[in-house]
């Protein structure tokens, strides 16, 4: 079992940046695709940006340039640093994390707040 606890989010400026960590329990953190993902009042729950194993990312034309995923498999963690924040990027995050196999298991964290203020 994996648990996943999030930290770092809270009120910034427009423009402004936050970073947020994820940390993982167990022993299988280096086996995870690990994800960040938001979710807004009254909209569907989307995907900011994952990292594989192999460090490879992924993100939305919407935060691209602007967001940067990373992890540290040594600290069991992964990051989210958000620059140049706007209106639109306030939401809960959530940390996920996926074992990469057909049918595998996919852990969430809590979820932490984001406000931009405008």
């Known amino acids: 079992q994996v648990q996943l606890v999030e930290s770092g989010g809270g009120l910034v400026q427009a423009g402004g940046s936050l970073r947020l960590s994820c940390t993982a329990s167990g022993s299988i953190f280096s086996l995870l695709v690990m994800g960040w993902y938001r979710q807004a009042p009254g909209k569907q729950r989307e995907l900011v940006a994952d990292?594989?194993?192999?460090?490879?990312?992924n993100y939305p034309s919407s935060v691209k340039g602007r967001f940067t995923i990373s992890r540290d498999n040594a600290k069991n963690t992964v990051y989210l640093q958000m620059n140049s924040l706007n209106a639109e990027d306030t939401a809960v995050y959530y940390c996920?994390?996926?074992?990469?196999?057909?049918?595998?298991?996919?852990?969430w964290g809590q979820g932490t707040q984001v406000t931009v203020s405008s």
């Open positions: 996920n994390g996926k074992v990469p196999v057909m049918g595998g298991n996919d852990y």
């Open positions: 990292i594989r194993s192999s460090g490879r990312t």
